[in-house]
C-alpha cells in the first residue's frame, strides 16, 4: 500500500481487509509491508483498523518467512470445556498438536485432516496444551532461507 493509499485507507474508516476475508476467503497473505504488522505480533493499532487487525489476527497464522495461512491457533487451559471457533476460510485443514480435540462432538485426531466450511464450531479438547488449525493438507514449509535467498529483500 503506498502512502497516498495509506491516507486514503484511513480517511475513508472502510475496513477493506476484513471486506476481503469475508467475501474473497484469501488462503494465504504475504507480510511484506509494516501496514501488516499485525500479523507478526507488533500493536498495529497505529496502522490499520480495528475490524482488519482483527480479522487478520483471527483468521491467519504463521506458516513461513513472511507468508501467513488460513488458520487457527487454539489453546486449551484445565477446566475449559468447550469453546467457539470460527471459520471464515474453508477448506481443508491439519490439525497440529501433541492432543487430538473434540470438533463439535467428534474427534479430530493430531495430523488428520477434515474440511471445514465457513460457520461456527464447538472445540473441546482432551488435555491441556495448544493446537494448530493449519490450512491445507500437510501444508508443506521449506527450511529456513538465508537472506540471500529471501524472497523480498527490499530495494
Known amino acids: 500500500m503506498s502512502t497516498w493509499g495509506y491516507e486514503d485507507y484511513y480517511t475513508r474508516g472502510v475496513p477493506v481487509i476484513q471486506s476481503v476475508v469475508e467475501e474473497n476467503t484469501p488462503v494465504f497473505v504475504i507480510a511484506n509491508s509494516h501496514y501488516l504488522n499485525a500479523l507478526n505480533g507488533v500493536n498495529s493499532s ?14 491467519y497464522i504463521h506458516h513461513w518467512a513472511k507468508l501467513f495461512v488460513a488458520g487457527k ?29 473434540g470438533i463439535d462432538g467428534h474427534t479430530w485426531k493430531s495430523g488428520q485432516v477434515r474440511f471445514l466450511s465457513k460457520g461456527s464450531y464447538l472445540m473441546s479438547a482432551t488435555d491441556v496444551g495448544e493446537v ?12 529456513a532461507l538465508m537472506q540471500s535467498q529471501a524472497l523480498f529483500t527490499g530495494f
Do not use: C
Open 132 to 143: 494448530v488449525i493449519r490450512w491445507g493438507n500437510h501444508l508443506y514449509r521449506p527450511e
Open 73 to 101: 491457533v487454539l489453546k486449551f487451559a484445565k477446566g475449559d470445556k468447550e469453546q467457539a471457533m470460527q471459520i471464515s476460510i474453508e477448506g481443508e485443514y491439519t490439525l497440529e498438536g501433541s492432543f487430538d480435540v
Open 46 to 59: 497505529d496502522w490499520l483498523l480495528d475490524q482488519d487487525t482483527k480479522a487478520l489476527k483471527s483468521n
